[in-house]
């Protein structure tokens, strides 16, 4: 597959560089010549200068050739428009990252379908939702939903005191029967472990596990981690990741709301759209200020202004003040690892967030979902098996599967099964599947009927 990537930065970085793994051949356009040069030296892909707006270069990246364009420029307006040049030109598919939700409302004079856009995406949206997941799950470092919810992967750090360190994962589940989950990866240090029966747990193992929703706040108290419910939310920063945040969170029962705009007028608006937020006005840099608002008394903060470094001095003191549970947004991925390692519950970026989406679509039409995790070198596909495929009807302990492959779970007729190596993968049924990089194609072929 040919693709075309309109975007040098963090985004299209990351979506190139995993397409180029792939073996697709990819063309990345920027306008920055130091920016291409820097992609060029780290991925084996072609570059272009020049604006994706320009059909001059997007003929020079060959566009009438490509199969797929990814517009994910910082502006809006050049992302759709290479999207509806793309279209005209006869590209079969085009996606495009935009901010703005206009496109996305019912109401909408123009929808993203009759500018030639297959794929529209809202970072912000993205993002609100992650953070949101991560609050009601107080012990976690991740939270991914699959197979529609009912079956949740979560990341969580092993303290120094867990009660479980040392233990293998094969006496973890006996000690844990009758409930049904599986370690579908291990972070250790710079490592992604797909791990086996015999793998012990070991201090600061950032480890995943994959289980039914109902379950989790049980295996979070085996690892050591409180699952008490998080009432009183302090979200610092009404952008609109912010304010998404705190309208999702204050339609809930029970919860307690402060959200800190330093915009006067901004912080009236919010005031006057969010009926169970108390919207205040004022410096989020002003420590005092967070302090009197009861800082310390908040079970729960949230820091999404768009000053990263605001966000990662305001949650660290928020954790000094005793705060259970922070989340900063970062808007340089690279500082996405070194946040919990400096002591913050959570991290979350947009950029990633839009790779994630990107990813998802770009699977094709048996993968339903992609995800990723930063630090963890592996993709997690929920992948519906074709009929007369490879993988179907034969036990997984039969397969062989290559190493980089493991199987979580099934979602059949509507149970969720977590897997062992017994189960048999019937047509129909959809797998969660932890893969590494390099063995993303033989997990579609094992799927597929082609």
């Known amino acids: 597959m040919r693709v075309v990537i309109i975007g040098a930065g963090e985004v299209g970085f990351d979506v190139a560089r995993t397409l180029s793994l792939e073996q697709h051949d990819v063309v990345v356009v920027d306008t920055d010549p130091a920016v291409l040069e820097q992609v060029a030296q780290r991925l084996d892909v072609l570059t272009v200068q020049g604006s994706g707006t320009s059909i001059h270069t997007l003929e020079a990246a060959g566009i009438r050739e490509a199969d797929m364009l990814i517009a994910v420029t910082a502006i809006d307006e050049v992302n759709l428009i290479a999207c509806m040049i793309a279209d005209r030109l006869g590209v ?32 912000e949206e993205s993002t609100a939702a992650e953070i949101v997941r991560l609050i009601r799950r107080a012990g976690a470092t991740d939270v991914l939903n699959f197979c529609d919810g009912r079956l949740q992967l979560v990341g969580m750090r092993l303290d120094p005191g867990a009660p479980v360190l040392g233990r293998s994962l094969r006496e973890l589940a006996a000690e844990l029967s009758p409930l049904r989950f599986r370690v579908m990866a291990i972070s250790r240090g710079f490592r992604t472990i797909l791990p086996h029966g015999d793998e012990r747990l070991q201090r600061n193992d ?28 302090m979200i610092l920063g009404g952008t609109k990741v912010g304010a998404q945040v705190a309208r999702q969170l204050g339609d809930e029962k029970n919860r307690q709301i402060k959200l800190i705009e330093p ?5 009236e608006q919010l005031a006057e759209e969010l009926e169970h937020v108390l919207v205040l006005h004022g410096d989020v840099t002003d420590i005092d200020l967070l302090v009197s608002e009861g800082l310390g008394e908040m079970d729960a903060f949230v820091a999404v202004t768009d000053d990263e470094e605001s966000n990662l001095v305001t949650c660290l003191m928020a954790k000094h003040l005793g705060v259970r549970k922070t989340v900063a947004l970062l808007s340089k991925t690279a500082y996405v690892p070194i946040s919990q390692a400096i002591g913050l ?6 950029k990633l967030a839009v790779s994630r989406e990107i990813l998802r679509f770009l699977r094709g039409r048996h993968v339903l979902s992609v995800a990723t995790v930063y630090g963890l070198n592996a993709e997690i596909l ?16 039969a397969l062989k599967l290559p190493r980089g492959v493991l199987i979580g779970a099934l979602l059949r007729n509507g149970q969720v099964e977590i897997a062992t190596g017994d189960t048999q993968i019937q047509e129909g049924d959809r797998a969660i599947v932890f893969v590494t990089p390099d063995q993303l194609a033989e997990v579609e072929r094992l799927f597929d009927n082609r």
């Open 92 to 123: 079969p598919t085009t996606v495009a990252r935009v901010r703005s939700d206009v496109l996305g409302r019912a109401e909408s004079v123009l929808q993203a379908s009759e500018l030639g856009i297959d794929l529209l995406i809202h970072p």
């Open 206 to 233: 950032q480890i995943f596990v994959l289980a039914r929703p109902d379950e989790i706040p049980v295996i979070a108290r085996a690892m050591g981690k409180l699952e008490a419910p998080i009432q009183r939310i």
């Open 263 to 267: 915009d006067r007028e901004q912080a």
């Open 345 to 350: 519950d959570a991290a979350v970026s947009q």
């Open 382 to 397: 929920e992948i519906e098996a074709k009929p007369r495929a490879p993988i179907v009807r034969r036990p997984l302990k």
